[in-house]
């Protein structure tokens, strides 16, 4: 059964920064991308940012370009996103989501972990 | 970046009738990389249709995906109670992959 399961949220101030952590079990992790969706409290589903399998191609929405940058460790199935100059705007739920096909760079999101929050206030 | 709009944004319908949803590209999706996602409250998305047209693993056949270019189409052919959710398009042609705004289906 595949499972991700996210951790790493929490309250943090303005400017400060926060790392997620994705785990992933039940397939291959390492012939997978793996992506970040947010969605702010209400709201509708925003991408933040994606990585491939051999981690050779990555890509981020303009909103979090510079500020967040993600990584994966195959070797310990996990996915991460380091989040730095944290803004209100960044308060919302963070899920990460596996990529439907084997080795593939564009594909639906066959399975989602529950997703952690993120809320950036002073 | 492509942008998305999903129309409309409430559909109030009852069990057993048909909901057809829209999502319109401000500019051609490439080979129909497109899905459509359901989400109900206080869970993750669940996706329903993959390369436009394409039904995902255990999707029952009232869901159906159609179009092409710049004009997609989620129908779900009988509404089952469990249907009402709402719904999200999203296209992975192009990067940044982008999603649309949502479509929520009520219980009329």
């Known amino acids: 059964e595949v499972q991700l399961v996210e951790s790493g949220g929490g309250l943090v101030q303005p400017g400060g920064s926060l790392r997620l952590s994705c785990a992933a079990s039940?397939?291959?992790?390492?012939?997978?991308?793996m992506h970040w969706v947010r969605q702010a409290p209400g709201k509708g589903l925003e991408w933040v940012s994606g990585i491939s399998w051999s981690s050779a191609t990555i890509g981020y929405a303009g909103s979090v370009k510079g500020r967040f940058t993600i990584s994966r460790d195959n070797a310990k199935n996990s996915l991460y996103l380091q989040m730095n100059s944290l803004r209100a705007e960044d308060t919302a739920f963070y899920y990460c989501a596996k990529i439907m096909g084997q080795q593939q760079l564009k594909g639906g999101f066959d399975y989602w972990g529950q997703g952690t929050l993120v809320a950036v206030s002073s | 970046e492509i942008v998305l709009t999903q129309s409309p944004g409430t559909l109030s319908l009852s069990p057993g009738e048909r909901a057809t949803l829209s999502c319109r590209a401000s500019q051609s999706v490439s080979s129909s990389y497109l899905a459509w996602y359901q989400q109900k409250p206080g869970q993750a998305p669940r996706l329903l249709i993959y390369?436009?047209?394409s039904r995902a693993t255990a999707i029952p056949d009232r869901f159906s995906g159609s179009g092409s270019g710049t004009d997609f189409t989620l129908t779900i052919s009988r509404l089952e109670p469990e249907d009402f959710a709402v719904y999200y398009c999203?296209?992975?042609?192009?990067?940044?992959?982008?999603f649309g705004q949502g479509t929520k289906v009520e219980i009329k």
């Open positions: 039940g397939f291959t992790f390492d012939d997978y991308a």
């Open positions: 390369g436009a047209s």
């Open positions: 999203q296209q992975y042609g192009s990067s940044p992959r982008t």
